[in-house]
């Protein structure tokens, strides 16, 4: 059973989870910059990564008690797998709206040479299906943010469903801002491609709540989050990039070419009424076990 705490319980909670995610985060990240660690090594990247989760612990654990029951840790893939299809197709889908805006806006001419050297000695495609392969493994990495942003933070903020997600990935894409300044992501403009970047955030939190609403399983989200940095991420630079053979796009364009695509889904849920209503709180936690005549526990 969750335990409900109360009002200013809440807002401690927040206090520690937003102190540990933005305050001990961003020190990972300009404390490593300052020891020439480079934020591209994901090794790197990942303490920086947890951080949201464990603000969302300590809050829950230790500030307002309210325990775990209720955060949607559940795979629930009998239930839910059509939305981890969705997770699991949609970035490489989002990808290929990315590379055919490229195309109709004459900044790419389909050119998929790049993509051959994505994994010497291996045909593209294959390379492509390994990467859309290896997600669901790759999810643990991205559960962090996910379980504190769109589990812990988004259902805490109130005033209607769709606010909640506008606010969270506000909020999300501030927490990122620092990696602009580290060499994680150099934009030509940094005013111009960090509002580009604020506008990404935000739809792609758009479409990790829905997963997270629809499933109420925090892992969707996280599928979702490692085929966008892993998947979706990974072949638009490729493809596009100014390495490696790519179209010789910046980080500026390469941001809102993917989010083109993403903006039509996001256009879609909204029409759909998706975020309507009062905020869709936390999933209710699993049903406790019943004992049945001669079966043992039943679920």
Same mark, same amino acid.
């Given at each position: ?13 927040? !206090? ?10 961003? &020190?990972?990240?300009?404390? #490593? ?10 090794? /790197?990247? %990942? ?10 612990? @300590?809050?829950?654990?230790? !500030? ?21 299809? #969705?997770?699991? *197709? ?9 590379? +055919?805006?490229? =195309? ?5 001419? +389909? ?6 050297? *994505? ?23 991205? $559960? ?22 506008? !606010?969270?990935?506000?909020? $999300? ?5 620092? %990696?602009?300044?580290? +060499?994680? @992501? ?39 989050? #490692?085929?966008?940095?892993? !998947? ?15 179209? +010789? %796009?910046? =980080?500026?364009? &390469? ?8 903006? /039509? ?23 406790? #076990? ?10």
């Amino acid at each position: 059973m969750t335990r409900q705490p109360s009002a200013t319980a809440r807002r401690r909670g927040l !206090v520690v989870f937003f102190a540990i995610s933005f305050g001990a985060g961003w &020190l990972l990240v300009l404390g #490593a910059h300052a020891m020439g660690m480079s934020l591209v090594n994901p090794l /790197v990247q %990942l303490p920086f990564a947890f951080m949201p989760a464990v603000g969302a612990i @300590v809050a829950r654990r230790w !500030v307002t008690r309210e325990g775990f029951a209720d955060a949607g840790l559940a795979l629930r893939l009998r239930e839910a797998w059509p939305y981890y299809a #969705a997770a699991w *197709l949609g970035p490489p889908a989002i990808t290929a709206g990315a590379a +055919g805006t490229a =195309a109709l806006a004459g900044l790419w001419d +389909g050119d998929l040479g790049p993509l051959r050297d *994505l994994v010497p000695g291996t045909p593209w495609w294959l390379a492509v299906l390994v990467l859309v392969g290896v997600m669901p493994l790759l999810a643990p990495l991205y $559960w962090g943010e996910e379980f504190g942003w769109t589990s812990y933070l988004r259902p805490r903020i109130g005033g209607g469903t769709l606010r909640s997600v506008v !606010v969270t990935g506000l909020i $999300w894409a501030v927490w990122h801002y620092p %990696l602009a300044f580290v +060499g994680y @992501v150099e934009f030509a403009n940094v005013g111009a491609g960090l509002l580009v970047w604020t506008g990404s955030f935000l739809l792609q939190e758009m479409l990790l709540a829905w997963l997270y609403i629809r499933s109420r399983s925090i892992w969707t989200a996280a599928l979702a989050h #490692a085929g966008n940095n892993m !998947v979706l991420s990974m072949l638009v630079g490729v493809l596009l990039g100014e390495d490696d053979g790519g179209a +010789g %796009l910046g =980080a500026t364009t &390469l941001t809102w070419l993917p989010a083109v695509p993403m903006a /039509v889904l996001c256009g879609w849920l909204l029409l759909r009424g998706a975020f309507r209503g009062p905020v869709a709180e936390r999933p209710a936690p699993a049903a406790p #076990a019943r004992e049945s005549a001669g079966a043992g526990a039943t679920p």
